[in-house]
C-alpha cells in the first residue's frame, strides 16, 4: 500500500497496512545504518505526523535472514526510537 510522505517526492510502500491502520515494515537479515534506510525512517515519521493520512501508527519488524543474521545497526534502532516508531527483533 502505497502512502504519500510530507515533505517527501515519493512516499513509502508498506509492506503490511492491517486493518486497525497501523503500517508494518519487514527487514529481514542485519539492517546496516544506509541512507536508504535513514530516508524510510524519516518518511515514516513523516507519514505518522500527518494529520490527513489515514496511517494511524508504524511497526519496524526485524527479521532472520537466510545466513542467519537478525538486528540492525544500533543507530538503526536509535532512529526510530528518536521518531517514535516501535520495532520488535523476531528471535528465530
Request: charged share 25%.
Amino acid at each position: 500500500m502505497y502512502r504519500a510522505a510530507p515533505g517527501f517526492t515519493f512516499g513509502r510502500y508498506a509492506d503490511i497496512l492491517d486493518r486497525a491502520g497501523d503500517m508494518h515494515e519487514v527487514k529481514s537479515g542485519f539492517v546496516p545504518f544506509r541512507s536508504r534506510i535513514l530516508r524510510q525512517i524519516e518518511k515514516d515519521a513523516a507519514i505518522l505526523a500527518d494529520p490527513d493520512n489515514d496511517v494511524l501508527g508504524v511497526v519496524w519488524h526485524f527479521v532472520g535472514g537466510r545466513s542467519g543474521s537478525l538486528g540492525a545497526d544500533p543507530r538503526v534502532l536509535e532512529l526510530l526510537d528518536t521518531k517514535g516508531i516501535p520495532y520488535v527483533i523476531h528471535l528465530p
